[in-house]
């Protein structure tokens, strides 16, 4: 008792439940109780400080469920003002209704996040849907944007919450993850920031995502013949880190996705760790090449077949309660469950996509 006692002085009175809820800062919107969950199949990424590519913002806009103005890696520390600059003519300029816009600000530990928040908020905060915050360590990265959020809103007189979005890049993030989540209503979601991630654990791979060829099981030796050629199995390097995403996010009631894949090329590749993500449960990943957009397209979006089976067990089930059998195979209300994420999904895409509506047989107007 004494040990529990001396650990609740430690941590100092609990904030009640009831002011999770409550603004950080007077005048500042009031905190979303459930996130909007909308498509996001790929969050599209371009460096804010390119003229070239700001020009090109409607047309990319078009063709990516997020489009994410870059301010942090890729961008070089002479450019960081450039791109901020960049971030706030594109803000300025959106009317996008189809596409949602997202900047990454540089990490907390550097002399240009401050700005970039200050910049995103109250330059073009009416048109930001999330903030990105890269190398987020624990919930306390979390509070401190959270309240400067809040008070920038007040100060710009923003009308809706801007949402954050948190990328798991060092050991202590992942160890934190669940707190991470947690830590605040702003929170919309968590990327997977492998290359970052694999250099703090002293991984030894300088691949961004995806296996690696050491990272396999062998069979066991022949009985026959000791000697004989013993298959091998490369192994996901991400699997673990990736559930352990998924699940904090989803008892969050926020978003996971996967981050990027280095190998632009290697298109088979990145199908495979984006499919690999879609399956344990990440709802997108990261674009940071055009010929990915479609890879993300294709992988995020239910396949057909999967859609008819979905609606079928969902028709064949009533009221979704006991078994039956369906193709030979047993559907249960376990079976409901999981054929209503695939239906909601492909219902959310349907009603913005016609071609995929077609595809899936449902009204695009639904």
């Known amino acids: 008792m004494s040990s529990l006692r001396s650990l609740i002085v430690d941590l100092g009175p609990m ?32 460096p804010a400080s390119n003229e070239k590519m700001v020009a090109k913002v409607p047309d990319m806009a078009s063709n990516v469920d997020v489009l994410l103005a870059n301010l942090e890696d890729g961008v ?19 009317s996008s209704d189809h ?11 550097s002399p240009w996040a401050h700005d970039d928040l200050v910049a995103a908020v109250t330059e073009i905060g009416d048109a930001l849907d999330v903030i990105m915050i890269p190398k987020v360590e624990g919930a306390e990265d979390i509070h401190y944007v959270d309240r400067l959020v809040a008070q920038m809103e007040a100060k710009a007189g923003i009308s809706r919450p801007i949402m954050l979005h948190a990328i798991l890049e060092t050991a202590s993030g992942v160890a934190n993850v669940e707190e991470i989540c947690q830590a605040s209503p702003r929170m919309q979601g968590l ?12 991984m030894k791979t300088t691949r961004v995502g995806g296996g690696h060829p050491g990272y396999l099981v062998r069979e066991d030796p022949s009985a026959d013949d000791a000697d004989a ?32 894949f280095g190998d632009i090329k290697d ?52 009221d979704g309660t006991g078994a039956l059998m369906l193709d030979g195979k047993m559907e249960d209300d376990a079976s409901v469950k999981q054929c209503h994420v695939i239906l909601s999904l492909a219902e959310e895409l ?6 995929l509506a077609e595809r899936y047989g449902l009204d695009a107007a639904r």
Request: aromatic content about 10%.
């Open 191 to 202: 990327s997977l920031g492998p290359a970052d991630l694999a250099a703090n654990r002293r």
């Open 99 to 109: 596409s949602q816009l997202w900047t990454r600000v540089n990490s907390l530990d």
């Open 76 to 94: 070089p520390a002479a450019d960081k003002e450039a791109a901020r600059a960049g971030l706030v003519e594109v803000g300025r300029a959106w």
């Open 15 to 46: 904030r009640s439940p009831k002011d999770f809820f409550r603004p950080l800062a007077v005048g500042a919107p009031e905190p979303l109780r459930e996130i909007r969950v909308r498509p996001s199949r790929m969050i599209h990424f371009f």
């Open 350 to 355: 349907a009603a913005r996509d016609p071609e």
């Open 267 to 318: 298109t088979t590749a990145c199908e495979d760790q984006f499919r690999n993500a879609y399956l344990l449960g990440c709802v997108g990943a990261w674009s940071l090449h055009p010929v990915q957009i479609d890879i993300a397209k294709r992988v995020f979006s239910p396949d057909p077949a999967d859609v008819a089976h979905a609606r079928r067990v969902i028709e064949a089930m009533g």
């Open 229 to 260: 050629p013993r298959p091998t199995y490369q192994q996901d390097l991400w699997h673990y880190t990736i559930a352990r995403m998924v699940d904090a996010c989803v008892a969050a009631g926020i978003l996971p996705f996967y981050g990027p």
